[in-house]
């Protein structure tokens, strides 16, 4: 159940995300993304490492509801903000002489970190458990930094 309440709020936001990529600027809204997703690991991974009884989740029912609507929230700030604007963002970075090469190291890069988050997450997390949300909440801080300093605006542009 679960998994359909987190797809449907994706699919539903994506939507959203069409909307703020247009108006309200590239670099804007990555940086207010990466901060609302960063404040969304920071209260996830207390919630799942001080509150949450891991060995008997029935324990803690308030606590585990408490943490499917913060992924919500999440799900929500990604889909509205870095999913569509990351590749909007990476097509206007390079000249037309270039893009095809530029996209397609881009696209490798993904998938490459992709698989590598997605193969040593679970000896991460059972390592240090949800302790694993700061990690990503860090990541998010950096790169709120990034674009800060680093992406130009390419709204409006030609």
């Given amino acids: 159940m679960t998994q359909c309440i987190l797809g449907a709020v994706n699919f539903a ?6 909307y703020t990529v247009e108006n309200f600027g590239r670099r804007k809204s990555l940086i207010f993304g990466a901060l609302w997703m960063f404040v969304c690991f920071m209260i996830f991974a207390s919630i799942g490492h001080f509150m949450l009884d891991v060995a008997e989740p029935e324990n803690t029912p308030g606590v585990g ?15 509205m903000t870095w999913a569509p604007m990351v590749w ?3 097509a206007e970075l390079y000249p037309s002489k270039y893009r095809a090469q530029g996209m397609a190291l881009a696209v490798a890069a993904n998938w490459a970190w992709n698989f590598l988050i997605g193969f040593f997450t679970p000896f991460i997390t059972s390592a240090i458990d949800f302790a ?11 790169g709120a930094f990034v674009v800060y300093f680093f992406v130009m605006e390419g709204k409006g542009r030609t």
């Fill in 132 to 142: 694993y949300g700061y990690v990503f909440a860090g990541c998010m801080f950096v």
């Fill in 13 to 18: 936001c994506t939507f959203g995300g069409l």
């Fill in 65 to 79: 509801k408490g943490m499917i609507v913060l992924a919500c929230f999440f799900i929500a700030g990604y889909a």
């Fill in 88 to 90: 909007t963002i990476t």
